[in-house]
């Protein structure tokens, strides 16, 4: 009985309190009608452990998104890695003629295309030139970092018209662009395709007579180029300058061709090509 009469007292007094000051003490708030009203412990710890819960939650969506970042990274520098792939996409591939044929000044209209070997150079009454043409499949639209034409010498580049020997002559082959079209079964010295007057390259044979003979090679990486590119009419091989002879000596050097037949030395002129898409 007198607990309840302290406890109406002290609530009676807080209201006269807030109602005189203008203000509610401690443990009390105004509502919306201006009553001062008594606050109970399980309302403050509800807000309490919300605002807890609130902060936990603020977490684990920062730890979340955290993971988010980490993933997109993590996609970032595998998309990376597959790009620095693709960059990386070069190969070398190593070719021998499709085509290949002999032109013959002393047989003007006679094809040669289907012969063993090739020649270049001259004689006192004719001279010799090769054409060349790849399949260019392997590397075409792509971009050609180097090529080079590598020929096989079978024989020494001079003999006299009365006997076979070493006469000492350096004859420079030169590999220059073809520009029109031709055929291996119909291509003759009368109907010559047109060639670039400026070669690709030369290099200088000179076999003694009798030798197993050599390899040579040509740099012709912008040639191949333009054939991955475009218009591939194939290659000349000729000499630097026609109509050389040691007096009556013949200047020229046997090569292989691609339509070797049995028996015959098979040593065919190939291009290696290193190229990237």
């Not at 997109?72 to 520098?77: N, T």
Request: charged share 25%; aromatic share 8%.
């Amino acid at each position: 009985m007198h607990t309840t009469i302290a406890s109406a007292f002290t609530s009676s007094l807080a209201l006269f309190l807030c109602a005189c000051r203008g203000d509610c003490p401690e443990g009390f708030l105004r509502d919306n009608d201006g009553n001062c009203i008594e606050v109970g412990d399980g309302d403050a710890d509800t807000d309490t452990d919300s605002d807890t819960d609130t902060d936990a939650d603020t977490d684990a969506d920062s730890d979340s998104d955290s993971d988010t970042d980490a993933d997109s990274d993590a996609d970032s520098d595998s998309d990376a890695d597959t790009d620095a792939d693709s960059d990386s996409d070069c190969d070398t591939v190593l070719l021998t003629a499709d085509e290949d044929a002999m032109l013959n000044e002393e047989a003007p209209t006679t094809n040669f295309g289907t012969g063993w070997y090739l020649s270049v150079g001259a004689s006192a009454s004719s001279r010799k030139r090769d054409l060349l043409r790849f399949d260019v499949g392997a590397f075409e639209g792509a971009t050609v970092t180097a090529a080079s034409l590598t020929f096989y010498a079978m024989s020494g580049t001079c003999r006299s018209s009365w006997d076979s020997h070493d006469c000492g002559y350096d004859l420079v082959v030169e590999a220059h662009e073809v520009t029109s079209g031709w055929s291996e079964g119909s291509a003759t010295w009368a109907s010559m395709p047109a060639f670039t007057a400026s070669p690709e390259d030369g290099v200088t044979v000179n076999e003694p007579y009798g030798a197993s003979g050599s390899a040579y090679q040509l740099d012709v990486t912008d040639l191949a180029a333009s054939w991955a590119a475009g218009t591939n009419h194939g290659l000349m091989l000729k000499a630097d300058a026609t109509g050389q002879t040691t007096g009556g000596s013949q200047v020229d050097v046997t090569l292989g061709a691609s339509d070797a037949a049995s028996g015959a030395p098979d040593h065919p002129a190939t291009l290696a090509v290193d190229f990237c898409y």
